[in-house]
């Protein structure tokens, strides 16, 4: 394999015997590939949570930077008032 570098890790008994098992099985052809195939999965979802991240970003920033409220001033009175009557104690009055 041409580029490649080889590299000791330790690992638990429990990830040695799934390996091993799984070449066993004919799963994979050897440790190697087993290994090889979790990094580039794992490469793989950290790309992803990268772009999930930077989406959120995105929205977050034109959130930020649109000017317009995204609720009127009465919604914003009506959903503050069904919050409150949610969060008051049952039974009337709030004080007690």
Wanted: proline share 4%.
């Amino acid at each position: 394999m041409p580029g490649a570098e080889k590299v000791s890790v330790t690992l638990t008994a429990e990830m040695v015997q799934a390996i091993r098992a799984s070449v066993e099985r004919g799963e994979y052809a050897s440790a190697s590939e087993v290994v090889r195939d979790a990094l580039r999965r794992w490469q793989r979802q950290r790309m992803e949570d990268a772009e999930r991240l930077d989406a959120v970003r995105a929205r977050i920033r034109r959130s930020l930077d649109d000017p317009r409220p995204s609720l009127s001033e009465s919604e914003v009175d009506v959903e503050l008032a069904a919050l409150f009557e949610e969060l008051a104690p049952s039974g009337g009055d709030a004080a007690a």
